[in-house]
C-alpha cells in the first residue's frame, strides 16, 4: 500500500504535476536544439533548485531527463541534425522518411514508440532493479572494453557500402576522441604542440559539424529545388502498425535497459546497438535501412528511451550513475540530504517508488506534447532551401557554441562540416565517426584498467577473458560479429543457401 502511495504522490500534489509537465515540455525542446544537451540543463537547474524541497527538484529534473532524451528525434529527423547522441541512429531512417515527405509518420512512430520503450525500461526499474544492478556489477574493466569494441563494430551496421570505409571512419572517430591530454598520465596526445588541441576536441562538435554543416554544404546543389511537401494527416501510428513493431521494439527496449544499466554508457550507444540488431532480425523491411525504414526509427527510438529507467536502477540501488545526467542527480539528491545507494532502498524506499511515479508521469506528458505541435515542426522542412540552409547552419554554429561557450568549439564544427561534405561526396559513411569519438574513452580506459589489473601480462589478460563467462560470452560475439561482416561470410552464406535450395 505505501509503495502505491509513493508512486500516485505526485497526482496528489499538483505542483509537483505541474513540474513534471513543465520539466518535460522544456525538455523536448531542448533535447530539439543541438548542443544544448539535457546534461547541461540538469546541472543548471541543480543552482536553481538547491533551496527547493527534494520533491518539487527531483520532479523538474525527471521531466527534463525523460523529454529530453526524446526531444533529439525531432531535428535528426527534420534536419538531419541529431539533437543528442543518441538520435543519431533516429537521423538514418527519420531524414529519409522527412525527403519523401512523411516526416509526420515518422515522429509519431518515435513518439509511440519512445512511449514504449519508456515504459519497459520504467518497469524494470520498479521490479527488477536489484537484479538488474547485480548483473551490471558483474562487469569487470575488461568486459567494458569488450563492450566498446562491439559498439566500434557496429560499423558494418552503420556503413550500408563497404566494411573498409565503415572501419576507416570508426577507426578516425577513435582517434578523434584520443586528441588532448591522457587523462592517466596527463601526457599530450595528438596535439602536434597546438595548445588550443591540448584540451580535446568536442564530440558535440564533432556531431554538429559532420551532420549539420555537411547536410547545408550538399543542399547548396540543390538550392532552387522545391521542397517536399510533408503529409501530416497520419501522425499517430495505428493499432496494426505498433503491433506489427511490437515484437522488435519489445527486444531493442530489453537492450536499452540492459546498456542503459551498466554505468558510463547510456542511451547513445543502446541506440546503435539497437539499430544494429534491427538490421540484424528484419530479414525483408519494406524499405531498406538507410532509406526510409520504419525499423530504423522503432528500434533505436525504444532502446534510448527504456535506457533512461535502466540508467536509474544503478543510480538509485548502488549509488553509480548509469550516464552523465544521473551523475548529475546523485549529486542533486546529494545536496537535498539523500544518499543514493543500497541503503536508499531500505531506509527511504518511499523515495525510490516516488521517482518511479515521476518517471511514469513524465512518459505520458511525452507521449502528449509529443504528439502535438508536430504540424508546425514538419513547416521547417517545407520551408525553401534558402532559408532552411541558413537555420542549419544558425542552429550549428549555436549549438556548437553553447556546450563550453567556446568559439573554438565552432571552428571545429565548421572544420568538421567540410570535412564531413567530403566524406559524403566520397561515400564514407558518418556515424562510424561519431560513434569512434564517443567511445573513445570508454574503450581508453577500461584497456588500461584491465591491462593495469594484469600487472600488463597480456597472457593473464586474455585467459581473464577465457576463464570469465560474461566475458568469454562478449569475446565472442566480437569474433562473430567481425567475421559476419566479411565479405566471405556473405560469400559463404550464399553458398550455402544455393545448396539448401537445391
Do not use: C
Request: charged share 10%; glycine share 12%.
Amino acid at each position: 500500500m505505501d509503495t502505491f502511495l509513493s508512486i500516485f504522490t505526485i497526482f496528489a500534489q499538483p505542483e509537483l504535476l505541474l513540474l513534471v509537465g513543465i520539466g518535460t515540455f522544456a525538455g523536448i525542446y531542448i533535447g530539439a536544439i543541438p548542443g544544448l544537451s539535457v546534461t547541461m540543463a540538469v546541472s543548471i537547474l541543480i543552482s536553481f533548485t538547491f533551496s527547493w524541497d527534494v520533491l518539487p527538484a527531483i520532479s523538474l529534473m525527471v521531466g527534463i531527463y525523460m523529454g529530453g532524451v526524446y526531444g533529439g528525434s525531432r531535428t535528426a529527423i527534420l534536419l538531419n541534425i541529431p539533437g543528442a547522441p543518441s538520435a543519431i541512429a533516429t537521423a538514418m531512417d527519420g531524414y529519409p522518411m522527412a525527403k519523401k515527405g512523411e516526416a509526420g509518420q515518422a515522429i509519431g512512430v518515435t513518439t509511440v514508440m519512445s512511449f514504449f520503450g519508456g515504459l519497459v525500461g520504467i518497469l524494470v526499474l520498479a521490479v527488477a532493479a536489484p537484479y538488474v544492478s547485480d548483473f551490471a556489477l558483474t562487469f569487470q574493466p575488461r568486459d567494458y572494453m569488450l563492450l566498446a569494441v562491439l559498439g566500434i563494430l557496429l560499423v558494418g551496421s552503420l556503413s550500408s557500402g563497404s566494411l573498409v570505409k565503415g572501419i576507416f571512419a570508426g577507426a578516425l572517430g577513435i582517434a578523434i576522441g584520443a586528441v588532448g591530454r591522457d587523462p592517466l598520465t596527463f601526457t599530450e596526445r595528438f596535439t602536434f604542440d597546438f595548445q588550443i588541441m591540448e584540451g580535446g576536441i568536442s564530440f558535440i562538435a564533432v556531431m554538429i559539424g559532420m551532420f549539420g554543416v555537411s547536410e547545408a554544404l550538399l543542399q547548396l546543389q540543390n538550392v532552387g529545388m522545391k521542397a517536399v511537401r510533408q503529409k501530416i494527416d497520419k501522425i499517430v501510428p495505428s493499432f496494426g502498425t505498433v503491433k506489427k513493431y511490437l515484437p522488435l521494439s519489445l527486444q531493442t527496449s530489453s537492450i536499452g535497459v540492459i546498456i542503459g544499466a551498466l554505468p558510463g554508457t547510456g542511451g547513445d550507444i543502446a541506440a546503435l546497438m539497437a539499430y544494429d540488431h534491427a538490421k540484424r532480425v528484419t530479414k525483408d523491411p519494406e524499405v531498406p535501412f538507410g532509406e526510409g525504414a520504419m525499423e530504423g526509427l522503432v528500434a533505436p527510438e525504444t532502446a534510448n528511451n527504456a535506457a533512461v529507467g535502466g540508467a536509474f536502477i544503478p543510480m538509485m540501488t548502488l549509488g553509480i550513475p548509469g550516464d552523465a545526467v544521473t551523475a548529475i542527480m546523485i549529486g542533486a539528491l546529494f545536496i537535498h540530504g539523500l544518499n543514493p545507494g543500497p541503503m536508499l532502498m531500505i531506509d527511504q524506499p518511499d523515495m525510490f517508488w516516488f521517482i518511479v511515479g515521476a518517471l511514469l508521469t513524465a512518459n505520458v506528458f511525452m507521449l502528449i506534447f509529443g504528439l502535438t505541435g508536430i504540424k508546425i515542426f514538419t513547416k521547417i522542412v517545407e520551408m525553401p532551401r534558402s532559408i532552411i540552409i541558413p537555420l542549419i547552419l544558425l542552429l550549428s554554429i549555436v549549438g556548437a557554441y553553447a556546450v563550453n561557450n567556446s568559439l573554438t568549439d565552432v571552428y571545429w564544427m565548421l572544420g568538421f562540416g567540410v570535412f564531413g561534405y567530403f566524406m559524403r561526396h566520397y561515400g564514407y559513411p558518418l556515424g562510424p565517426v561519431i560513434l569512434g569519438v564517443i567511445l573513445s574513452r570508454l574503450l581508453d580506459d577500461n584497456w588500461r584498467r584491465a591491462i593495469i589489473s594484469e600487472r600488463e601480462d597480456l597472457g593473464r589478460f586474455f585467459e581473464g577473458i577465457l576463464t570469465s563467462p560474461l566475458s568469454l560470452i562478449l569475446f565472442t560475439a566480437v569474433i562473430l560479429i567481425f567475421v559476419s561482416q566479411t565479405p566471405l561470410w556473405t560469400s559463404m552464406k550464399k553458398s550455402l543457401f544455393r545448396k539448401a535450395k537445391s
